[in-house]
């Protein structure tokens, strides 16, 4: 006979302890984050991709300027993708990094800071497409990943050569404006908060 007896995890007020009746699991939920390889699957990408593109491309544009400011942020996700490194090691890994993106925003709530998380972490991994594959804007996975359009290059070379940097570009911006939006939303809470305090 199996005797089966209820714990409370650790890390709770009373972790370590039995506990007399079952109890839930917190409503959090961390996105994962695989430790190698690409953050988002391609059933993710076709059923969520085209959305996320379009959320990315609401966002108001930013100046030069405050990109390259935010582009710290977005920078712990492209940190850890050994093809965004000439010696092709990252310093570390994507649970790292999305635990230190969820550090640098977390005056946001739960549900909040993880939506901002995956606008980001989405258009870096788009973004890393371009590094990984040269060739990429020949052959996307998704129609969407395109954001130039081909017609504005005159042959198969003249994309390689400018379309493929020029949609690179673009995924970059759309990761650092995403980062610039969730910084300011990270702040204005911090503020908040502290006005409560």
Do not use: C
């Amino acid at each position: 006979m199996e005797n089966l007896t209820n714990r409370v995890p650790a890390g709770v007020a009373n972790g370590g302890q039995f506990a007399p009746a079952p109890h839930s699991e917190p409503a959090l939920s961390l996105i994962p984050a695989p430790a190698d390889g690409p953050d988002f699957d391609y059933a993710f990408e076709a059923d969520r991709g085209p959305g996320l593109r379009k959320e990315l491309e609401a966002l108001p544009k930013i100046s030069v300027r405050s990109a390259i400011n935010a582009s710290h942020v977005s920078d712990l996700i492209r940190n850890s993708y050994s093809v965004y490194f000439t010696n092709g090691e990252a310093p570390y890994g994507r649970a790292d990094a999305v635990r230190f993106l969820d550090d640098a925003l977390r005056h946001l709530p739960r549900d909040q800071r993880e939506k901002q998380i995956e606008l980001i972490r989405f258009a870096v991994h788009e973004e890393m497409k371009h590094w990984a594959d040269s060739g990429h804007v020949l052959n996307p996975e998704h129609k969407y990943e395109l954001l130039i359009e081909e017609s504005d290059y005159s042959d198969e070379d003249d994309l390689l050569e400018n379309g493929q940097e020029e949609n690179r570009e673009r995924w970059e911006l759309l990761a650092n404006t995403a980062a610039f939006y969730a910084v300011a939303a990270d702040n204005s809470s911090s503020v908040r908060q502290a006005a409560v305090a």
